[in-house]
């Protein structure tokens, strides 16, 4: 009950904290003094980031809302970007962004990118060893049979992501990763064309979905979840929003 009504209030907190920030982002795009530092001149433009996202974007407990510290900078732009455009649909996430320009975006995409913060150990597994297995062969095998590649193929062998612009899928919350491969699938969710993950969304099952979730969720972050800096092959696929990726011959 407590975790339901913090989820109802949140969207309150985030439009009162929205005036600070919005202010705080006029002034930001007069000239700085001099001696201003970086971090502290955009903490009040990130504040109203923070009641969903967490202290230093660095997630809640409660599942809702994915960690934002420490992702490749070309995926948050890209996201901060999707969500004003209208193709992510989250009401007050383009509330909060909807008059703010593509540089503002990428100027506070780039403060959470450079974060480097500790990721929490992961909670126990949320599925029966079964479906926990099956989400394993699926990210890091995928399924040939059905042309869908490995989870590891796009997102780099630790599953940290790659710089600039492939995110990171370990350290989220099982909800948020069940949610968002969800609304792929149903078209909630979209990407630039080729939209690649909307094309291997619509081929899970309901059950993969869960399993591949509970599998992720359950993981530890290595390395710190810094993204990697290339991948080792080349994608299997093209993908709108990561042209700067080598992609397979077919």
């Known amino acids: ?53 967490g202290k230093e974007g660095r997630a809640t407990p ?11 900078a070309g995926y948050l732009a890209n996201q901060l970007l999707n969500f004003r455009d209208g193709r ?16 503002y975006l990428r100027e506070m995409a780039e403060h959470f990118a450079a974060l480097d913060l500790p990721y929490p150990p ?10 926990l297995e099956q989400g394993r062969k699926l990210v890091q095998q995928g399924d040939a049979a059905r042309n869908i590649p490995a989870c590891v193929a796009c997102h780099g062998a630790a599953m940290t992501g790659v710089a600039p612009s492939i995110p990171g899928l370990l350290g989220l ?13 149903t078209g909630q969710r979209r990407a630039h064309a080729p939209d690649c993950m909307a094309d291997i969304a619509r081929q899970l099952t309901p059950d993969e979905v869960s399993a591949v979730s509970a599998w992720l969720a359950a993981q530890p972050v290595a390395a ?8 080792p092959a080349a994608m299997p696929a093209r ?3 990561v042209a700067d990726v080598p992609v397979a011959a077919h």
């Not at 002034?27 to 970086?38: G, I, Y």
């Not at 409660?62 to 490749?72: N, Q, T, V």
């Open 1 to 53: 009950m407590i975790d339901r009504l913090r989820h109802l209030l949140r969207p309150l907190a985030v439009v009162f904290f929205l005036s600070a920030g919005l202010a705080a982002g006029v002034a930001a795009q007069q000239p700085a003094p001099a001696t201003a530092a970086p971090a502290a001149a955009m903490a009040p433009r990130v504040l109203a980031c923070t009641v969903c996202h």
């Open 62 to 72: 409660d599942g809702y809302f994915p960690r934002i510290a420490g992702k490749p």
């Open 88 to 103: 992510r649909s989250y009401p007050q996430m383009t509330y909060l962004i909807e008059h703010l320009t593509d540089g």
């Open 122 to 131: 992961p909670p126990p597994p949320q599925a029966p060893p079964a479906a």
């Open 173 to 185: 919350p099982r909800d948020y990763l069940n949610s968002q491969l969800g609304a792929w699938k």
């Open 224 to 231: 710190g979840g810094k993204p990697a800096r290339t991948l």
């Open 239 to 241: 993908c709108g929003g």
